[in-house]
């Protein structure tokens, strides 16, 4: 009787997924061109921006090609526009183009396009807009005789392939709510072991909570447990609704009302040590700049320390010094003698005899030591 053998085994198998994906690097450049309709370039020549990049793959360098009366003969009514691959470690770059002009914010004259570019080749628009329209036209698209150009480029840099083993069932994990559980906390006054008192008015904090958020509050509370005055604090120099909103901005990191005492808040968040919610008043501060407000502000940024929002104020200052020194603002610093409108001053007495010798602030004199 015939006999047979069975070969048995133990089999392991597994899936493997794989995914390619292109990786795209975005780049955005804003170009802007003062005194445009003196220029005075014939046909055919041509003005270039400076090169600009991004990091990543390929080393790309661009530049932007304007030639303010066309590039030919065909085309000697119009402005042309091209972007160009100025460097790369690639033979050629696969790229999406965007220009736009800029005008109060808006983008306007939207033209794009894709193109493979070689090293040193060129594309856009020979008639990218009509230099009559541009110059002449009703829409204000030269504010202050400036031809603001925006250009956005979508790079396809490299192919990646990406392994993924096989796929288990996702886990769901829930979204985190700190900040909104630290309001709570702070609204419910629940565990609270500090009183904080403004204007008769309490705030029910935790110690734990101040501390961690603000060195000044850390070192107060240092100072309290060893006089045995823990428990109660009483803050004189600051109005309610500001430490509210104070307090608000360390238990969730938001500040909600900030729009409207932005100033006000920043002198708090400089005495605690708060420098986000510094720096976001900041911010505000600088999207309200306007003639009316422009001295005030560089003395509150002077007095409280705030850095980037004095440098703005002196800019806007140097924009817009004829208005500025009209106003009661000006008037009244200055005749405080107080140390402040030597800066100002400064600023303006450089703009102002850049506009009489009709300079460019790159053609200044630089001594030698």
């Keep these: 009787m015939g006999s047979h053998s069975r070969c048995e085994a133990d089999w392991l198998t597994d899936d493997i997924l794989c995914e390619t994906k292109l990786k795209v690097v975005k780049l955005t450049y804003t170009w802007t061109i003062h005194s445009f309709s003196m220029r005075r370039e014939e046909t055919g020549k041509k003005i270039e921006s400076s090169t600009f990049s991004t990091a990543g793959p390929g080393n790309n360098k661009w530049r932007l090609q304007l030639f303010p009366n066309g590039e030919d003969e065909e085309s000697k009514d119009f402005v042309s526009l091209y972007l160009r691959l100025a460097c790369s470690d690639k033979d050629d770059v696969l790229a999406e183009y965007k220009f736009a002009v800029l005008e109060a914010g808006r983008k306007t004259q939207v033209k794009s396009?894709?193109?493979?570019?070689?090293?040193?080749?060129?594309?856009?628009?020979?008639?990218?807009i009509d230099r009559v329209f541009l110059v002449k036209g009703t829409d204000p698209l030269l504010p202050n005789d400036k031809l603001v150009i925006f250009c956005e480029v979508l790079a396809f840099v490299e192919s990646v392939n990406i392994s993924l083993p096989n796929k288990v069932a996702a886990v769901n994990v829930p979204e985190c709510h700190l900040s909104e559980d630290l309001g709570h906390l702070l609204e419910s006054r629940r565990f609270s072991d500090v009183i904080v008192t403004v204007e008769g008015k309490r705030i029910?904090?935790?110690?734990?909570?101040?501390?961690?958020?603000?060195?000044?509050?850390?070192?107060?509370?240092?100072?309290?447990?060893k006089e045995n005055d823990l428990g109660r604090v009483e803050i004189t120099d600051c109005e309610f609704e500001v430490l509210n909103e104070v307090m608000e901005f360390i238990y969730t990191g938001r500040a909600t009302k900030l729009d409207q005492m932005a100033g006000q808040v920043l002198v708090?968040?400089?005495?605690?040590?708060?420098?986000?919610?510094?720096?976001?008043?900041?911010?505000?501060?600088?999207?309200?700049?306007?003639?009316?407000?422009?001295?005030?502000?560089?003395?509150?940024?002077?007095?409280?320390?705030?850095?980037?929002?004095?440098?703005?104020?002196?800019?806007?200052?140097?924009a817009n010094g004829a208005g500025v020194v009209k106003t009661d603002g000006w008037k009244k610093m200055v005749s405080e003698n107080a140390p402040l409108p030597v800066e100002a001053l400064c600023a303006l007495v450089d703009e102002t005899l850049l506009q009489v010798f009709d300079l460019d602030p790159s053609e200044r004199s630089v001594q030698k030591k």
């Design 113 to 128: 396009g894709n193109s493979r570019f070689a090293l040193g080749r060129c594309w856009g628009w020979k008639k990218f």
């Design 204 to 225: 029910y904090a935790h110690i734990n909570i101040l501390a961690a958020r603000s060195p000044v509050f850390a070192a107060m509370f240092e100072h309290e447990m």
């Design 268 to 318: 708090a968040a400089n005495k605690y040590d708060l420098a986000r919610l510094k720096a976001m008043c900041e911010d505000v501060l600088c999207s309200k700049l306007c003639v009316k407000t422009a001295v005030e502000t560089l003395a509150l940024a002077d007095t409280h320390n705030a850095g980037q929002l004095k440098a703005n104020a002196l800019q806007f200052i140097k």
